[in-house]
């Protein structure tokens, strides 16, 4: 219905009815739980509607029977090319399955026990520390099992990596001083320190075997470490010893890591109780290193008395957020206290940051027994000094502790740990921490903690709330702490409150200049030491190190589980192959080799009825007994079951299999277990069969440990996406079990669709408190259902609760209930995570019960997702190492909500959650904190949203805005305005505020990068505009109706200055020079011959060859090194240096004249002689002296520069960007390379071994090398090319076409050419010189068929990957996403299609010559335009933005800048009735021939019957003369008689379509044109390009089945909100049948977008597509609706952006280019840009491309959606294999139309019940006209083509056809609840007027109802009234008067509540004067 789009593009003159006025389309539906049948309402008028409407009730709970139909639509789809893969590659679970984990290393050495103090022999840094830990591995037997390695003395160099020379000068001296008075008084000069002669080797052997370790875990040779050595290093600064540290290991490490293995995420831990300051102040403005240290502090009283170690210093500069103090303020912490570090920051934050390597700072002095020794000292300055004695105090941290820290840290970072012993004092607890430490590297399971968990010390709590108050506004994990404002202070009594505070009671003079050597430390008493080893001893006991030798797993599986099957559904998800399909990847991977398998066997009748009911057993038992039909029949009775005469057995054997294997794992038999069984049983309740299940096999195994073997905590976790009823039902009484679900609950709506599923359920009597229910909700902003939860949500529930809890309950088993159909690409569960975060899950869980974990399979209904996922799982258990999870797993905001619903409810049975409370909004601090948590995203999955170019997640600067609160987080508005409605009013001559469109600007998103990255910037919410909008009339005079030219106006926008100075600009002259040495047959003189005979040589200007002064170009040091690298490299010959003179004396004079604008371009000519290599390089050296400001660029293709006088002369030089191409046999090293040469991040040298396709290095210009050179923007680009690389005639050409538009067509290029191949050279240099003179003659480009070279694809992606911490244009790359996805070879799926058509030469469509084609006399373009054509015009709106003044103040332009009179002025004329029934149905063509005798009024009425048009007695006129003049351009181009056309043409044509007018247009004139081209001109290959800011939908549709036309859509899109409001212009509509890949559209998600965006676009998919595909013929429908200051657009795309993608596409086929005008509605602006395209056509010289050039991310997400659309279809967006598609681009809002074909009712109305467990409540989507919706064609069946829908769209509008004897039947489905009904106020006297008019503009055709206030306003559709009132006054909901619907702006989505029912209730009265059959 046309009615119901989205967006209209007219004025509003005839608004749409029954819309909310926040732009959701169609009426509201009632959602009634009745019979559980969908039931028809009686259609009724609604109001001022005016069309009937049938609404369908439906029940609101959803069941496993229906969702199964889901799946049974899914498996039966057709697996066609053209449709998407039913689930996503497993990718990371593929990498890792054959990862298995490596050795354990440790390195130590004795000689490390020389170091000792000569004057204190009982110092508490002694060689006994070393000796007790080995003694006590040894005695475990720990060392026996690693990899010892020979521990070395590091190297001097190493060590200046980080210490200062004369700080190792210092310690080196140590080594020759025997006399212990000299050592003691020197020690005296620093904090805590003695020297010893042996000091210095043992600091040198430390810190050898530090890097060592390091070494080989980061190369992969170990899989973790342990370096026993010391003395200590965490205390060592850059030039000072300090607390026994010498030389800083960990610190050293570190910096190794970095700048060796090219690592750019390292995250330190440093538990020493000390801070470690040395290694603080390494790293401190370093966001590559993460810095951790969790140290006693006592407010500056402790050791080492510094300010900086408490939690405010996060670091500084690009650092800053990278920095983590945890000051501990008390003594006496214990276990709980690490375990709230670890679980509520470090866990999270660790996740969020994605390390590549985990170095321990392991100084275990916080153990129990662990003497306190930092003398607490006051120096007062006067000579004298008074010392303290410290104090002594403990922490109560247990050793066993230590192996829970580092098994949780073994999860990340591929298991690449390293631990480095730091402190540690008291001696049985050092050896037994660093025992248990060493135990857990080496996967023994951790201990159980002896000491109870209980709730964190009060100082604690507050110690980590103020680092969470600091830290979140740089990392999103910090979202479970609210906010308040202190200027509403609750009153400091209030608990859920905490203000931050800084206290500092540490030293506060000067540095003494000594310190004490002696007795600073008081030994403990005798009694104290009693009581610490009394403790210590029951530990050991209780928590010691336990060698298990017992099989790490054991399994059990059996076929005959399988033998339960649906006898009527072959398909039913919960079919046999579940548990085969995971045994078969358990095999091939090697898992079932390394388990013990165990028999299975059946449940005895006792054991299960300690669960189930006696009347369920027998019930069950009598299922064998009974036929097929019977069952078929008893079955109905159940809710989603099936029953088989084998069901009863296969659940015995299901549930005794589970209990073999649980008593296994408790007898100790083996650690872990798996149970691969089937049928699943958490939903089986103790009395009857439920949801697939039968027996409940967890809830009986648990029973079974608990009253059979003794057991008396189990800790059961249920990960199923279906709440375990059963299970919870078996134990909510029950205290011995703890139950955790996580799972998919929808507020009720998803199966098992009971209340008890959410998070206020908490068990019953004495077992309350011990059932925690994480129910996931739908989010009714922005969220779609299939996008679910995913990593960031099931991580952040584990570290928030299920962790906490967990360690408080301290479980003894762990039985998991692990059903995967929350996985990613399971038909049932709608979630997304992944098999790598099961696999963490468990890791995370095998910590727990000493590692006595069970896994019992349960749902999961993708064959390949759970055998991915059961693997990873098993592979956890196994203890291999997991491949990292994605970075900036951040959960969104519904999941933040429930975790702390959860939390909020829980906390009262649970101590450990004891965190929730709220923070300051103001900067209490003044330190730049405060403004709450940064926003998430409300809507998809963080684990989604997270993809990004960036590989880590980046905290950022905290920036406050002065006008913004700090309160607010960033947002995206729910509301989009009408294109005919903009956002805000529209200023006269372009001038669009600054701030109006920040939100996609590249300047104002956040950038993120690897190396060198700023955290993230705490994003605050721009406040919304609370101007009103004007009315439409008053909205569309502002478009303006008159021209904006210099001439009439001195006031021109910035935007517009670039556009106004090209007038001046016009193609320079060309300067050519030669360099030769010899005279006279020389190759550089066959050369210009050839030019010559083309007349290209006398159209240049010629320079004499002249050689430089020695002095003119280089000092002569340098010139000296020059020649030096010359004679080692063998290329001096004799007189090298003077040809290096000729050469750069020639070349710079060429420069410098480009450079002072006497030549525009220019090209130099030299002989392949020795000493080139020099001169171009001395060239471009001497012109940078002069002109001190040019930025230029050197491409540098082949070996024509040698690379190491390019490195010297211009690695720190910013002004240069050095490209350098080299083929294989010329490159040397480059990879290694370039992160040698990133001082100043301008080189980039590029290693590739391609050999002639021309292909190849197109691809490698469009990918790599124009973005960025664009981001550089410089002044020059010289290009040099070496003979080697003129291996086909158009290389040159097509070079110097491409980056000639960067700069101006300021480019010089230096040839050399050789002997040999001149002839071959010649025709590329005649092409090259033609470009440059602006010719529009190149050679022909032969592509060659076949993917592209997968050298060429693997360089391209290692570049990338290496530059994209330097360069943003690669790092928000469409492909950047691809640098880490796994290798492949895919071909195109079009080659076959293509091969005969496309990849074969071309033949000359023109008869003449070669020699005839090159330069033809006269004009190279021609134009259309005519005054005529202004006739169209609307009779009711004047100032309609459509208007006659498009055309004619483009041609006053035109003729401005002096273009018309350049070009060949062809005659318009009327498209015939042949050319348009072409394209366009007789139909059509008649109805437009009728119009010219209708009236007025006759055509005002008929234009309201179609979309967005008005009709003129003259439009028919009009339209024919607009496509009749493209078609004589057309025929103009391909006669030859131009190269090049525009069509100034008015009405616009891209959206009519075949049968009928719509936005704007009439008759497709691109479309008739395109058509023409094919039939007349016998074209094979023509592109369309579209960049009107709105897809052309009647063009797409016209050719989508046609491979001759491929079709290119850039537009708006707005997930579907924006006009025309179609799914089809989605980027997943690829094209039909033979079409398929030939349509391709480029869909933008936002507003804001520029000149960086299209750019992006056009250089990463229009130019490598339209490359590839080769066109004889370019037609662009040039709409400049996208230009800056555009009223419908809203972008802001410049005039000179526009040039510049008309420029790019003179290069591609043929280079013949067609420009048509469609739309564009500033007269300003679309003059200007057709001004410049003009230019770029004529080839005049364009205006650079200035400001941030970096695409925002919304674009990057977009256009990585196309490749991954079109990587199948194009070789050159297939770079590597099958491409992996951004997790972002799950954000976007997807059409949710799904027409549903049914042949019978019943069907239908199966089909719509089935379908509701994929309704997305909270989105509403318009529906789409007859004329839009898609045709699906089908053939047997099957889907034809990417066109006909996705069968992962969510609906919630859902239509049926031929159902129910209803044409068309509707079912929009509201929320039950949304925040927002609070709101709602009482009905004023109890009654509502529905015929009220507007109380702004008047209208009475659409209103609604402010239910806050009560006012009535008119909708969107008509002033917007409304809609400006929710935005303005934060009143979210609002009634209809039309069809007495309700909407909320906030949800946007429908609400239906009780609350609402009074409001309704009065407005059906009102209405219709009856009460309401029920409130609906």
Not at 267 to 293: C, E, K, M, N
Not at 1220 to 1240: D, H, L
Not at 1672 to 1679: K, M, R
């Amino acid at each position: 219905m046309a009615e119901d789009k989205p967006q209209r593009k007219t004025s509003g003159r005839n608004p749409q009815r029954g819309q909310p006025p926040g732009g959701a389309g169609g009426a509201a539906a009632a959602v009634a739980a009745s019979d559980g049948k969908i039931k028809e309402t009686a259609p009724r008028e609604s109001g001022g509607v005016g069309k009937n409407r049938r609404l369908a009730s439906i029940r609101s709970r959803i069941s496993i029977e229906e969702l199964k139909n889901v799946y049974k639509r899914q498996v039966t789809l057709s697996q066609d090319d053209s449709v998407e893969p039913l689930f996503d590659p497993m990718a990371k679970a593929q990498e890792c399955l054959k990862v298995v984990r490596g050795k354990t290393g440790v390195v130590y050495c004795s000689q490390m026990t020389n170091h000792h103090c000569f004057w204190d022999p009982q110092h508490v840094e002694k060689p006994e520390r070393l000796l007790c830990i080995l003694d006590r591995c040894l005695e475990l037997g720990l060392l026996q099992e690693c990899e010892q390695l020979e521990c070395r003395a590091a190297k001097e160099e190493e060590v200046l990596n980080l210490h200062s020379p004369a700080h190792f000068g210092l310690l080196q001296t140590t080594s020759g001083i025997t006399d212990q008075d000299k050592l003691e008084d020197l020690s005296s000069r620093f904090d805590s320190v003695y020297f010893h002669p042996g000091t210095c080797k043992s600091a040198l052997l430390a810190a050898g075997g530090t890097l060592d370790l390091v070494d080989a875990v980061v190369s992969g040779r170990l899989q973790n470490g342990f370096a026993i050595v010391r003395p200590p290093g965490h205390h060592a600064m850059e030039s000072e010893f300090c607390g026994f540290c010498f030389i800083n290991n960990v610190a050293l490490a570190t910096r190794h890591a970095l700048n060796t293995h090219g690592l750019s995420r390292i995250l330190i831990v440093d538990w020493d109780v000390h801070h470690g300051q040395g290694t603080q102040q390494a790293f401190y403005s370093d966001p590559r290193v993460l810095y951790f240290s969790i140290h006693r502090y006592e407010h500056g009283s402790f050791w080492p008395n510094l300010r900086e170690s408490n939690y405010d210093y996060i670091g500084q500069g690009n650092g800053k957020g990278f920095n983590f103090n945890v000051p501990l303020n008390s003594t006496g912490m214990a276990n709980q206290d690490f375990l709230a570090i670890l679980h509520q920051v470090l866990l999270p934050v660790a996740y969020e940051f994605n390390p590549e390597l985990v170095v321990v700072s392991a100084g275990f002095d916080a153990a129990i027994g662990c003497p306190e020794f930092g003398p607490e000292l006051v120096i007062v300055s006067g000579g004298y000094d008074s010392a303290i004695g410290d104090c002594k105090g403990e922490m109560e941290v247990t050793p066993g502790l230590y192996a829970h820290l580092t098994s949780h840290l073994m999860a990340l970072a591929h298991g690449k740990v390293a631990v480095v012993l730091e402190g540690g004092y008291y001696l049985p607890s050092l050896a037994e921490s660093a025992a248990m430490t060493l135990s857990a590297l080496l996967g023994h399971p951790c201990p159980s903690l002896m000491d109870p968990i209980i709730q964190p010390s009060e100082s604690l709590q507050e110690a980590l709330l103020s680092l969470v108050y600091v830290q979140r506004p740089y990392w999103k994990c910090f979202q479970y702490q609210g906010s308040f404002s202190l200027e509403k202070v609750r009153g400091d009594s209030d608990p859920k409150i905490f203000t931050p505070s800084l206290s500092f009671m540490g030293l506060t003079s000067s540095r003494p200049l000594r310190f004490p050597t002696r007795d600073y430390i008081e030994p403990q008493t005798p009694e104290a030491l009693q009581r610490v080893d009394d403790k210590f001893q029951s530990l050991r006991q209780r928590e010691g190190v336990r060698l298990r030798l017992e099989p790490r797993l054991c399994l059990v599986y059996d076929e005959g589980m399988e033998l339960h099957h649906s006898l009527t559904e072959g398909e039913h998800p919960e079919r046999p192959e579940r548990i085969r399909r995971v045994w078969e990847m358990l095999c091939r991977v090697g898992v079932v080799e390394r388990c013990r398998v165990l028999q299975s066997r059946r449940a005895q009748r006792e054991e299960v009825e300690l669960v189930h009911t006696k009347e369920h057993m027998e019930f069950m038992y009598k299922l064998e007994s009974m036929d097929e039909e019977e069952l078929q029949i008893l079955q109905e009775s159940y809710k989603s079951v099936y029953l088989h005469p084998k069901t009863n057995d296969c659940a015995l054997l299901s549930a005794g299999s589970l209990l073999q294997v649980v008593e296994e794992v408790w007898q100790g038999r083996a650690r872990a277990g798996v149970g691969l069984i089937r049928p699943p049983g958490h939903h089986a309740e103790p009395d009857q069969p439920h949801g697939f299940c039968f027996y409940n096999n967890v809830a009986v195994a648990a029973r079974h440990a608990i009253h059979n073997l003794g057991c008396q905590r189990v800790l059961i976790v249920d990960w199923d996406v279906h709440h375990g009823n059963g299970i919870q039902h078996a134990f909510e009484e029950e205290p011995r079990v703890l139950y955790v679900s996580l799972h998919r609950y929808d507020h009720g709506l998803f199966f098992p669709s009971s209340e008890d599923a959410n998070f206020d359920r908490v068990g019953r009597g004495p077992g309350e408190g011990f059932t925690i229910n994480i129910p996931w909700n739908k989010v009714h902003k922005g969220e779609r259902m299939m996008s679910g939860m995913g990593d960031a949500e099931y991580m952040a529930a584990f570290t928030q609760v299920v962790l906490p809890v967990a360690y408080q309950f301290n479980p003894q088993l762990v039985l998991v209930a692990a059903g995967f159909d929350a996985a990613r690409g399971d038909p049932l569960g709608g979630c997304r995570t992944s098999p790598e975060c099961y696999g963490h899950m468990t890791s995370l869980l095998s910590g727990l019960a000493e590692g006595r974990a069970v896994l019992a399979l349960e749902g999961g209904y993708n064959l390949t997702t759970i055998s991915y996922c059961m693997t990873l799982c098993a592979k956890a258990l196994l203890g291999d190492p997991m491949p990292p999870l994605e970075a900036q797993l951040v959960p969104n905001k519904s999941a933040v909500q429930t975790i702390n619903d959860v939390i909020n409810t829980h906390s009262k049975y649970w101590s450990a959650l004891c965190f929730q409370v709220d923070l300051p909004l103001q900067d209490v601090l003044q330190q730049g904190c405060g403004g709450g948590p940064q926003g998430v995203d409300s809507g998809v999955s963080g684990s989604e949203a997270s993809l990004s170019p960036s590989p880590i997640s980046i905290p950022s600067p905290a920036k406050s805005s002065p006008d913004s609160s700090p309160s607010t987080t960033a947002t995206t508005s729910p509301y989009v305005s009408a294109p005919s409605s903009p956002a805000k009013p529209i200023l006269m001559e372009c001038e669009v505020k600054a701030g109006d469109v920040q939100e996609c600007l590249p300047d104002s998103k956040e950038t993120a990068s690897s190396v060198g990255a700023r955290p993230r910037t705490q994003q605050q919410k721009n406040s919304p505009n609370r101007t009103p909008h004007r009315p439409r009339q008053a909205s569309n005079q502002s478009v303006g109706r008159q021209r904006s030219t210099p001439k009439k106006h001195g006031k021109i926008s910035a935007a517009m200055q670039a556009a106004v100075a090209s007038q001046s600009l016009v193609k320079g002259p060309t300067g050519v020079v030669c360099v030769e040495r010899d005279k006279g047959g020389s190759p550089v003189e066959t050369v210009v011959n050839q030019c010559l005979a083309f007349d290209l040589w006398q159209a240049c200007s010629v320079l004499p060859s002249q050689p430089a002064m020695k002095a003119e170009v280089f000092p002569e040091k340098i010139l000296q090194h020059l020649c030096s690298v010359s004679v080692m490299s063998g290329q001096h010959q004799e007189g090298t240096g003077d040809v290096s003179l000729q050469v750069a004396g020639s070349v710079a004079r060429l420069l410098q004249e480009v450079l002072d604008g006497k030549f525009q371009n220019g090209m130099a000519l030299m002989q392949a002689i020795d000493g080139l290599h020099c001169g171009v390089a001395m060239a471009v050296y001497s012109v940078l002296g002069i002109h001190r400001k040019a930025r230029v660029v050197i491409v540098d293709f082949g070996n024509c520069v040698e690379l190491g006088i390019l490195e010297h002369v211009f690695s720190h030089e910013p002004r240069v960007l050095v490209l350098s191409v080299r083929q294989c046999q010329y490159a040397s090293q480059s990879t290694s390379r370039n992160k040698e040469r990133c001082s100043n991040f301008l080189n980039i040298d590029i290693n590739c071994n391609i050999a002639e396709n021309s292909r190849d290095y197109l691809t490698l210009a469009h990918q790599v090398l124009l973005p960025v050179v664009y981001e550089f923007q410089p002044d020059l680009v010289v290009m040099t090319a070496a003979f080697e690389w003129n291996i086909y005639p158009a290389f040159l050409s097509n070079m110097a076409g491409l980056f000639m538009p960067v700069t101006s067509d300021r480019l010089v290029m230096a040839v050399e050419i050789d002997q040999q191949g001149s002839k071959i050279a010649g025709e590329g240099i005649v092409g090259a010189l033609s470009t440059l003179l602006g010719s529009s003659w190149h050679p022909k480009m032969m592509l060659e068929s076949g993917s592209l070279r997968p050298e060429l694809c693997q360089t391209i992606l290692q570049v990338m990957k290496a530059q994209q911490g330097s360069w943003k244009s690669l790092r928000y790359h469409a492909l950047a996403s691809l640098v880490t996805s796994s290798s492949g070879k895919q071909e195109s799926l079009l080659l076959n299609r293509l091969h005969q058509q496309i990849i074969k030469p071309q033949e000359d469509v023109s008869s003449e010559p070669k020699e005839q084609q090159c330069l033809k006399a006269g004009q190279s373009v021609c134009l259309v335009y005519s005054e005529s054509m202004k006739e169209h015009i609307s009779y009711a709106d004047s100032t309609h933005p459509e208007c006659p003044d498009r055309i004619s103040c483009i041609f006053e332009q035109l003729c401005n800048f002096g273009i018309v009179e350049r070009c060949h002025r062809l005659k318009p004329r009327e498209a015939t009735l042949q050319e348009l029934e072409r394209v366009h149905s007789s139909r059509h063509i008649k109805f437009m021939s009728g119009l010219q005798a209708m009236k007025p009024s006759e055509l005002h009425h008929l234009a309201n019957s179609f979309d967005s048009i008005y009709l003129h007695r003259r439009t028919n006129h009009c339209a024919l003369l607009a496509a009749g003049s493209v078609l004589t351009t057309v025929d103009c181009v391909m006669s030859g008689s131009c190269q090049h056309g525009m069509a100034v043409v008015r009405p616009p044509g891209h959206h009519a379509e075949r049968n009928n007018p719509c936005g704007f247009c009439f008759y497709n004139s691109v479309g008739v044109a395109a058509q023409h081209a094919i039939t007349s001109h016998h074209l094979e290959r023509v592109l369309v390009l579209d960049w009107d800011v709105h897809h052309g939908n009647g063009t797409q549709h016209m050719f989508e089945s046609d491979p001759r036309v491929l079709y290119i859509s850039i537009h708006r899109y707005d997930h579907g909100r924006f006009f025309p409001g179609s799914a089809d212009a989605n980027y997943n509509r690829v094209g039909l049948k033979k079409g398929k890949g030939f349509n391709i559209n480029i869909p933008w998600n936002n507003g804001g977008m520029g000149d960086a965006e299209y750019l992006a676009a056009f250089l990463e998919v229009v130019l490598p597509v339209a490359t590839e595909f080769n066109p004889q013929l370019v037609l662009v429908s040039a709409g400049f609706d996208a230009a800056v200051g555009d009223p419908l657009g809203g972008y802001n795309v410049t005039p000179e952006c526009y040039g510049h993608m008309t420029k790019f596409l003179t290069s591609v086929g043929d280079g013949r280019v067609i420009v048509a005008l469609e739309g564009g509605y500033n007269l300003t602006s679309i003059s200007y840009c057709m001004t410049l395209c003009a230019k770029a056509l004529l080839g005049d010289p364009l205006p650079s491309l200035s400001g941030n050039l970096t695409p925002c991310q919304n674009a990057v997400d977009s256009l990585t959606s196309v490749v991954g659309a079109h990587c199948k279809f194009w070789s050159s967006l297939n770079l590597k294999g099958k491409m992996v598609e951004s997790p972002r681009k799950q954000n976007s809002f997807k059409s949710t139309q799904r027409p549903i074909s049914s042949t019978t009712s019943a069907q239908a109305v199966d089909e719509l019940a089935a379908s509701l467990c994929q309704v997305n409540i909270g989105e509403a989507s318009p529906r789409r006209t007859q004329t839009e919706e898609k045709k699906e064609e089908t053939s047997g069946g099957e889907l034809e083509g990417a066109c006909g829908g996705s069968h992962e769209d969510s609906t919630t509008t859902l239509i049926l056809s031929e159902c129910l004897g209803a044409q068309e039947l509707y079912a929009v489905v509201p929320v039950s609840w949304c925040p927002h009904l609070e709101e709602v106020q009482p009905v004023p006297d109890g009654t509502l007027s529905t015929s009220s008019a507007c109380e702004e503009c008047h209208d009475t055709s659409e209103n609604w109802c402010c239910l806050t206030c009560y006012k009535v306003l008119c909708g969107r559709f008509v002033a917007e009234h409304m809609l400006m009132h929710g935005v303005c006054e934060e009143h979210h909901l609002v009634l209809s008067f039309s069809d007495l619907s309700t909407w909320c702006y906030a949800c946007d989505s429908y609400v239906h509540n009780p609350a609402l029912f009074e409001a309704k209730r009065a407005a059906h009265l009102d209405k219709f004067g009856l009460e309401p059959p029920e409130c609906s």
